[in-house]
T-cell receptor
Framework: AQSVTQPDIHITVSEGASLELRCNYSYGATPYLFWYVQSPGQGLQLLLK??????LVQGIKGFEAEFKRSQSSFNLRKPSVHWSDAAEYFCAVGAKSNAGKSTFGDGTTLTVKP | DTEVTQTPKHLVMGMTNKKSLKCEQHMGHRAMYWYKQKAKKPPELMFVYSYEKLSINESVPSRFSPECPNSSLLNLHLHALQPEDSALYLC?????????????FGPGTRLTVT
């Protein structure tokens, strides 16, 4: 069975500071990995995805993530956070033959201080 | 057009009411999903439709009845709900359901059961 752990429930950063959100997954084969963002009362929006190839993936809104197989991690980074980045961030894992199901982590709430 | 639309945005219903949630996508996606999301929690998968056929039912109570009239539309019929069913209901679509592609989410319907 696949699982996802987001160790940080809540992170606070100052505007302009760098950001790293952690995600660890458990899956026997090659995982498909995703980061989604959810603003309050809204649906989820895909930030980026990893299926194969280059382990550093670029996403929207200036986000990037790095797949590290040896550490079973897929951490999300942004060099300079904007106040509008305050939201809930979900890491998710799926697989090539998983009938379309994704397993979501519990999420990390990002607060941005002015 | 990468938009998934959901109606209504908000719904208040009594425990004896019958109501329906609607979802529409025009991306040519062949997989559609219903999720339930409680506050501060990740989305919980309820149903998956693949090529207009129900492929996954995550042991959802029968008071929730999904329907996929065509490849662009997804409905969730509600009947005799309980107060604990109050939540944000999210619809999503993806390219197909044989594998885990990225999902595109609608803004959700905020359901309150009184």
């Amino acid at each position: 069975a696949q699982s996802v752990t987001q160790p940080d429930i809540h992170i606070t950063v100052s505007e302009g500071a760098s950001l790293e959100l952690r995600c660890n997954y458990s899956y026997g084969a090659t995982p498909y990995l995703f980061w989604y963002v959810q603003s309050p009362g809204q649906g989820l929006q895909l930030l980026l995805k990893y299926f194969s190839g280059d382990t550093l993936v670029q996403g929207i809104k200036g986000f990037e993530a790095e797949f590290k197989r040896s550490q079973s991690s897929f951490n999300l980074r942004k060099p300079s956070v904007h106040w509008s980045d305050a939201a809930e961030y979900f890491c998710a894992v799926g697989a090539k033959s998983n009938a379309g199901k994704s397993t979501f982590g519990d999420g990390t709430t990002l607060t941005v201080k002015p | 057009d990468t938009e998934v639309t959901q109606t209504p945005k908000h719904l208040v219903m009594g425990m004896t009411n019958k109501k329906s949630l609607k979802c529409e996508q025009h991306m040519g996606h062949r997989a559609m999903y219903w999720y339930k999301q409680k506050a501060k929690k990740p989305p919980e998968l309820m149903f998956v439709y693949s090529y207009e056929k129900l492929s996954i039912n995550e042991s959802v109570p029968s008071r929730f009845s999904p329907e996929c009239p065509n490849s662009s539309l997804l409905n969730l019929h509600l009947h005799a709900l309980q107060p604990e069913d109050s939540a944000l209901y999210l619809c999503a679509s993806s390219q197909a359901a044989q594998t885990t592609y990225e999902q595109y989410f609608g803004p959700g319907t905020r359901l309150t059961v009184t």
